[in-house]
């Protein structure tokens, strides 16, 4: 199963930034984001879609619907500048390959 | 809070194993509450699964690697381990421990990370 994104998004400071993550039929599976900064480990943003966890802003949220998921994030901030991952599970765990948000 | 902990040589020869562990801290390895997963990341890639422990003892790998992976647990020692058998440098990355609760497909915890290079 193979996760498609966009290798990089470029949003303007306090605009809304868009990621897509598709697959075959991916809104029948749940998907999950992960934002990750230099240097540092990966951090679960959403996970079955469309949940956030304790500690993520509500500014993030999550879509996913027929070949593809969405995680938006509103009001783009400057610590938002990273790179982001898709991922399911199909048999096995899939990542998209990355996208990498830069805050204009 | 679970925490993870990856430990293990920085620098491993072509053709040799490449073990890691990964101490669990904040809870029992074995309780049954979760799943754990190793991943890498080589530099300026993304991420890529290894494999994962049930909290049955059953193990899923990733295809690619199956033949020359092992995943196992410690449980005296409230560790996870991976092994990887003659690697090459394609095996150089960062590898994270990460974990995920029962029954779930999302890893809420990851360790920092260890980076491994395969070089003579």
């Known amino acids: 199963y193979e996760l498609t994104q966009p290798i990089s998004v470029s949003v303007a400071l306090g605009q809304t930034a868009r990621i897509t993550c598709g697959g075959d039929?991916?809104?029948?599976?749940?998907v999950h984001w992960y934002q990750q900064k230099p240097g540092l480990a990966p951090v679960l943003a959403i996970y079955r879609n469309d949940n956030r966890p304790s500690g993520i802003p509500e500014r993030f949220s999550g879509s996913n619907s027929e070949n593809t998921a969405t995680l938006t994030i509103s009001r783009v901030q400057v610590e938002d500048e990273a790179d982001y991952y898709c991922q399911v599970w199909d048999s096995e765990v899939v990542f998209g390959g990355g996208t990498k948000l830069t805050v204009l | 809070q679970v925490q993870l902990q990856e430990s293990g040589p920085g620098l491993v020869k072509p053709s040799q194993t490449l073990s890691l562990t990964c101490a669990v801290s904040?809870?029992?390895?074995?309780?049954?509450?979760?799943?754990w997963s190793w991943i890498r990341q080589p530099a300026g890639k993304g991420l890529e699964w290894i494999g994962r422990l049930f909290s049955s003892g059953n193990t899923n790998y990733n295809p690619s690697l199956k033949s020359r992976l092992t995943i196992s647990v410690d449980a005296s020692k409230n560790q996870l381990s991976l092994k990887l058998t003659n690697v090459t440098a394609a095996d150089t990355a960062v590898y994270y421990c990460?974990?995920?609760?029962?029954?779930?497909?999302?890893?809420?915890?990851w360790g920092q990370g260890i980076l491994v290079i395969v070089s003579s």
């Open positions: 904040s809870g029992s390895i074995d309780s049954g509450s979760y799943y």
């Open positions: 990460a974990g995920s609760g029962k029954y779930l497909t999302h890893f809420d915890y």
């Open positions: 039929d991916i809104g029948n599976t749940n």
